[in-house]
């Protein structure tokens, strides 16, 4: 299933709706004409995962047993406004150095142990949100990657107890400027500038990904392409960092974890061409989708 937050063109308040191929399924609007209770939100969602989304699944089988047509309950892209997958979420952690390549390019080590940083929920953006570039900015880079979306409370857990945490995954571009990222010997302060973290379109549930170490993810810059790589050449396993960074701290469900980024990045260039207002970046990766978003 995939999930999104969003918000309606006519319509005051936040939603809950489940993307298709056919547009987005106003999941509520359906559950109420059936006269059935679901999560209102991803805020209620996230109170209990596996229930909500078994009410969920429950409402989209009744529809269909009782011949309804979803065509009457979709909505289509121009009527509303992607939100971040999730709103506010207690921690936003990232991976650095998580791919061979990306560390032989910048000319770092290969660690023995995932390498954490953070971002703040103020770095959030969605899909196809304009990102604007602050004016302390000098040197910004994109980094495409595929983002852990946590489900359950969990603390000091093993790897294999590490994937019934999880909820599912998203898109993120962890957006840095280099010069205030290596300006001192923590990140942070070019790594969570306002909407430096877009994430989306949607979360897709894990049952979906059963090999998401096996995914393409690419990034085009104003069409071309700049990143090319997988998930099958990340250092640490999805499951490995789950369990890692539990046993630092607790984790909550709507916590956000980046895996970090491949290869292809701006700052691995020996003639570096920084972002700029205008630019367009599209970040896939596959089957989960393509996170959109312009520089101004």
Known sequence: MKLVRYSHNKV??????????????????????????????MTDLLKSVDDGLDLIRQVIDQAGDLHFSLDNYLLAESDIH??????????????????VDHVKATGGEVPVSPVFFNKFPNALAAHKQTIPLPSITQK???EAELVIIIGKRVNSVCEKAAKDAIF???????????????????????????????????????????????????????GKIVQDSSTSEMIFSVSKIVSQASQYMTLNPGDMIFTGTPSGVILEQSNPDWLKAKDRLDITIDKIGTLTNHLV
């Open 12 to 41: 005051p308040g936040e939603f809950l709706g489940v993307q298709t191929e056919d547009g987005i399924l106003a999941i509520q609007r359906l559950a109420d004409h059936l006269n059935a209770t679901i999560p209102l939100s």
């Open 140 to 142: 910004v880079d994109y």
């Open 168 to 222: 599912g995954y998203t898109i993120g571009n962890d957006l840095s400027d280099r010069a205030l990222q290596f300006q001192s010997s923590q990140w942070m302060i070019g790594k969570t500038l306002d909407y430096f973290a877009p994430v989306g379109p949607s979360i897709v549930t894990k049952d979906e990904l059963p090999n998401v170490e096996n995914l393409a993810i690419q990034t085009k810059l104003n």
């Open 82 to 99: 992607y939100l971040p997958v999730i709103n506010q979420p207690e921690k936003i952690l990232c991976v650095g150095m998580n791919y």
